[in-house]
């Protein structure tokens, strides 16, 4: 907000197309084009570097294998933490979230977690269950509030943003009025970046020229911050438990007595270890977290491997 306001007072653009999707025209789409829509969620993959690595997952390589592939070829930075951490995308869901719905969110507002406890057992498990595993910048209208959040997430295979494969960018936006939108195409790079910053600097100097009064291209007004714990989620958890009779009946109830119920599950044997894979039916994030704490907590239970989350229209 300072940069807006600093641009503001000094009567010139501040201009930033390339800050999002690098050469993705998304910015002016959302702060102009789709002013007078009521967005109600912006849902992306806004770092190519992470989905370039998922993408090799889904073939079969383990993470590492897949991140020294990407830093081999100039996707991933010597440190990649920004990156996998979620770090980078949460920067640009907050920008995303801010156009978006008109209300100021900051960097410390977006939940992220990374892509680094992935492994190719879930990639092939989303495969398996008809999903598919990326890292998503989310940003969505609850109430008069707002939430921004990034996060691995299983998608159905048939959702739009399931088919971004490498290091493509694309960013999904849903309103009541044009339904469903979808940006894609290189999200980094010189030239795809360096065309959205010319842009930008043709479109300041014809303002300039013509001697228009610049005005920002959005207004941010006060609004609430819905915090994570009280989003209502989806839950696909891995755990690895004894083999024996009624473990899952009480890995279910540690599941009801947090106020959770299971929408599937899928049970695979391995000596006297067997691999329980449930998804869970809708419910307040904070409600998912106290009951895989209370699974993780059962003596029949080894290890909950993995938690990602699920992205449907289902409840």
Same mark, same amino acid.
């Given at each position: ?208 020229? =013509? ?79 106290? =009951? ?24």
């Amino acid at each position: 907000p300072e940069l807006i306001a600093a641009a503001e007072s000094s009567g010139v653009p501040l201009l930033y197309e390339a800050a999002v999707g690098g050469g993705i025209p998304i910015i002016r789409p959302l702060a102009e084009t789709l002013a007078g829509e009521q967005i109600t969620r912006v849902m992306g993959i806004v770092n190519g570097t992470t989905n370039y690595i998922l993408s090799q997952m889904e073939t079969g390589e383990s993470y590492p294998e897949a991140l020294a592939e990407a830093q081999r070829l100039g996707y991933a930075e010597p440190d990649p933490t920004a990156d996998v951490s979620g770090a980078d995308a949460a920067s640009k869901a907050a920008i995303l979230a801010s156009l978006a719905f008109g209300t100021w969110v900051g960097f410390d507002a977006v939940h992220h977690e990374g892509i680094d406890r992935l492994s190719p057992a879930d990639m092939e498990a989303a495969k398996d269950l008809g999903y598919v595993i990326k890292l998503l910048g989310i940003a969505e209208r609850h109430g008069n509030g707002v939430n921004a959040r990034v996060h691995p997430a299983m998608i159905p295979g048939d959702h739009p943003l399931a088919s971004i494969r490498g290091a493509t960018n694309a960013i999904y936006v849903e309103g009541p009025s044009v339904e469903e939108l979808l940006f894609a195409g290189p999200g980094a790079g010189g030239e795809p970046t360096a065309s959205a910053v010319l842009g930008d600097v043709i479109d300041a100097a014809r303002e300039v020229l =013509a001697g228009a009064q610049v005005a920002p291209r959005i207004r941010f007004s006060p609004g609430d911050i819905v915090d994570f714990g009280d989003i209502p989620t989806k839950w696909y958890v891995r755990l690895l438990v004894v083999d024996a009779p009624g473990v899952l009946a009480r890995v279910a109830g540690a599941f009801g007595d947090a106020g959770v119920s299971i929408m599937s599950v899928r049970q695979e044997g391995r000596d006297d270890t067997a691999s329980l894979l449930l998804i869970t039916h809708r419910a307040a994030e904070s409600s998912q977290r106290k =009951a895989v704490e209370a699974v993780d907590a059962l003596d029949v239970v080894h290890e909950v491997a993995a938690v990602i989350r699920v992205v449907s229209d289902e409840a």
